[in-house]
């Protein structure tokens, strides 16, 4: 069964780094990847995803400020997040596409971490 598990997520103040990390089950591997967030109230937005094949792609938001990578040796898919803003406080998922490339229909779902930015 196809698993995500988030975690690296906590508390910082502005200007700081955080790393993510999702573990992922090796079917999920294979498929596109992306990382959501989501506040109270707002809409979810995806923040980055990255093709089977690597290629990345960023909201505007964060772009030059987070990067999105994947280990395939450990099935491991990581969101570092630099000079974070108070607006980037939010629940951060992982998600896996249904294929392996990046349709948007995102199949399975992480169970989220806690970001908070403090200014």
């Known amino acids: 069964q196809a698993q995500l598990v988030e975690s690296g997520g906590g508390s910082v103040q502005s200007g700081e780094s955080l790393k993510l990390s999702c573990a992922v089950s090796?079917?999920?591997?294979?498929?596109?990847m992306g990382w959501f967030r989501q506040t109270p109230g707002k809409e979810r937005e995806r923040v980055a995803r990255?093709?089977?094949?690597?290629?990345?792609s960023y909201a505007p938001s964060v772009k030059s400020r987070f990067t999105i990578s994947k280990d395939g040796a450990k099935n491991t898919l990581y969101l570092q997040m630099n000079s974070l803003k108070p607006e980037d406080t939010a629940m951060y998922y992982c998600?896996?596409?249904?294929?392996?490339?990046?349709?948007?229909?995102?199949?399975?779902w992480g169970q989220g971490t806690q970001v908070t930015v403090s200014s």
């Open positions: 998600a896996a596409d249904a294929y392996w490339y990046c349709s948007e229909s995102w199949a399975i």
């Open positions: 090796e079917v999920a591997s294979r498929r596109c």
């Open positions: 990255i093709s089977a094949g690597g290629t990345p």
